[in-house]
């Protein structure tokens, strides 16, 4: 009976072991993910904002009706991150494509290439804004010199014209953007059984026809997976544009996050940049799902 209860014990004491080593894991997330959406939900809910301390109290889903109904900055700044979005993560997909499959090949200085393509990848988002910034800079920037070949006005700002700073601020982050998709695809293409190549090859299939019927079937879930993130992070991009255009001009490159930003941090109405926040976070996750299910993401090839 002695042994047979401390067999009891023992047992009892190796199941809660799995709990325990978990235990910090859970608590980081209840410390960093999950009480911070709480009090985004609470707060969203909430008229709160410093300069109006008198109107503070329970505001139900005023917040939210106000932003579908009363708010059209908040549509404008979301038809412009839908568009961003689609832009950039398209360009910035096939241009990483074509690097991948380019550096793939076997050429001299293949090496010096790849490291070249892969490069503004470790650059921060700050510092690339800061490299861009001088290289539009109107007197000192590639402007004057494309104004010296006849291709520009000088004293062109492309940051500042609203018919050019859209083409301006996607060429910036396109620069940072690209390695992404190289560097995944690029380990995906390693991946690629040869004889697959060969096989076809042999059966006389060219080298499109090797491409749609082996490259891109072997990289759909690399290509899934990796537009999702993307597009996720263009989604939330506030790094490069606040600091490149700080959304203008006239609020015509202000996405969500900006305004969120502007709303909470700047205006200090912590209840609508709340709510402003949840909206961002529905779509954002209604996307991700339809988008993962459309695309069967995982499913047998």
């Known amino acids: 009976m ?25 608590l980081a997330m209840l410390a960093f993910l999950v009480y911070p959406v709480a009090s985004v939900v609470h707060y969203s809910l909430q008229h709160r904002q410093l300069s109006k301390p008198w109107l503070d109290g329970f505001a139900g889903l005023d917040n939210f009706a106000r932003m579908l109904t009363d708010d059209p900055l908040f549509w404008q700044s979301l038809g412009f991150t839908a568009k961003w979005v689609f832009v950039e993560v398209g360009l910035q997909f096939v241009l990483g494509l074509a690097l991948a499959l380019i550096v793939n090949e076997t050429f001299v200085g293949r090496a010096v290439a790849r490291a070249l393509v892969f490069s503004p990848w470790a650059v921060s988002g700050v510092l690339t804004t800061g490299i861009w910034v001088l290289l539009y800079n109107p ?132 209840g609508y940049g709340s709510a402003l926040t949840m909206a961002g976070f529905v779509i954002l996750t209604f996307f991700s799902i339809l988008y993962l299910r459309l695309g069967r993401y995982g499913a047998q090839r």
């Open 2 to 26: 002695v042994a047979l209860g401390e067999r009891k014990r023992r047992r009892r004491r190796d199941s809660r072991t799995p709990y325990l080593l978990i235990a910090p894991a859970v």
């Open 139 to 270: 007197t000192t920037g590639l402007s004057r010199y494309l104004a010296d070949l006849g291709l520009m006005e000088y004293g062109a700002a492309p940051l500042a014209d609203p018919a050019t700073v859209f083409s301006a601020a996607v060429l910036a982050e396109l620069w940072r953007g690209v390695p992404f998709f190289a560097i995944l695809l690029l380990a995906d293409l390693q991946g690629v059984p040869k004889d697959l190549y060969e096989a076809a090859s042999v059966d006389g299939a060219g080298r499109l026809r090797r491409f749609a019927h082996i490259t891109l079937p072997h990289l759909r879930d690399t290509i899934i997976l990796a537009t999702l993130l993307r597009a996720v992070w263009e989604f939330n991009n506030v790094d490069l544009l606040y600091t490149l255009t700080g959304g203008g001009p006239a609020h015509q490159t202000t996405t969500l996050p900006l305004y969120v930003a502007a709303t909470a941090a700047q205006s200090h109405d912590f």
